[in-house]
């Protein structure tokens, strides 16, 4: 069955720096990949979605790449600010074409 | 402003109790899904519904049943709540299709049962 890992339980960084956060998929090739943003207690909001076909994305100062050969998508967050800080979720399409799988989440603590 | 609401933020149930979460979107999606979040097992898919009337199975049906009379409206149903359901429920709703379309979420219900 196909498997997502999101393979950062915690990343620490300093204001101002780029956050990258790790995303990779096996045994499947998604056409879409899907980034949201969880605030503690709270829903998950969506942020970017990127297709197979799509190298790149970006969303001011969101990036999101998507390698089907590595099986890797990559979101960077270029600037980053204590209010970036919260859990990042990765989602792919599941291979019955229905509903999403997301992994488990990357946890992002940015200090001032 | 686009929404998905949920009927509690916070329940406390009983070991044996029927349990009801209801979800409400207002922004004419036909895909409703129900997930719970637990730490470190992330978010697991229990049913989701394409349609009116219409349900699928996600990874962990076991021990919930899901109605969607109005396609605005899906409820999850605990036939008999234990602790192990203990969780946060979180609601989503999207556009018909897959990954191709965000899903909204609401802001969930902690279940807690004792």
């Known amino acids: 069955s196909q498997k997502i890992e999101q393979n950062s339980e915690a990343l620490n960084i300093q204001e101002g720096k780029t956050a990258t956060l790790t995303c990779n998929y096996t045994?499947?090739?998604?056409?879409?990949l899907q980034w949201y943003r969880q605030d503690p207690g709270r829903g998950p909001v969506f942020l970017l979605l990127?297709?197979?076909?799509?190298k790149e994305k970006r969303k001011e100062r969101l990036k999101v790449t998507f390698d089907t050969t590595l099986k890797q998508s990559l979101f960077h967050i270029t600037a980053s600010q204590p209010a970036d800080s919260a859990t990042y979720l990765c989602?792919?399409?599941?291979?019955?074409?229905?509903?999403?799988?997301f992994g488990k989440g990357t946890t992002l603590s940015v200090s001032s | 402003d686009v929404k998905v609401t949920q009927s509690s933020r916070y329940l406390v149930k009983r070991t044996g109790e029927k349990v009801f979460l209801e979800c409400v979107q207002d922004?004419?999606?036909?895909?409703m899904f129900w997930y719970r979040q637990d730490p470190g097992l992330g978010l697991r898919l229990i049913y989701f519904?394409?349609?009116?009337?219409?349900?699928e199975k996600g990874d962990i049906p076991e021990g919930y049943s899901v109605s969607r009379e109005k396609k605005e409206r899906f409820s999850l149903i605990l036939e008999s709540a234990s602790t192990n359901q203990t969780s946060m429920y979180l609601c989503?709703?999207?556009?018909?299709?897959?990954?191709?379309?965000?899903?909204?979420f609401g802001p969930g219900t902690r279940l807690t049962v004792l």
């Open positions: 989503a709703s999207s556009l018909e299709g897959a990954g191709n379309n965000e899903q909204f």
């Open positions: 045994n499947y090739s998604p056409a879409y």
């Open positions: 990127i297709r197979e076909n799509e």
């Open positions: 989602a792919l399409d599941g291979q019955a074409g229905t509903a999403l799988i």
């Open positions: 922004m004419d999606h036909e895909n």
């Open positions: 519904s394409y349609d009116v009337k219409m349900k």
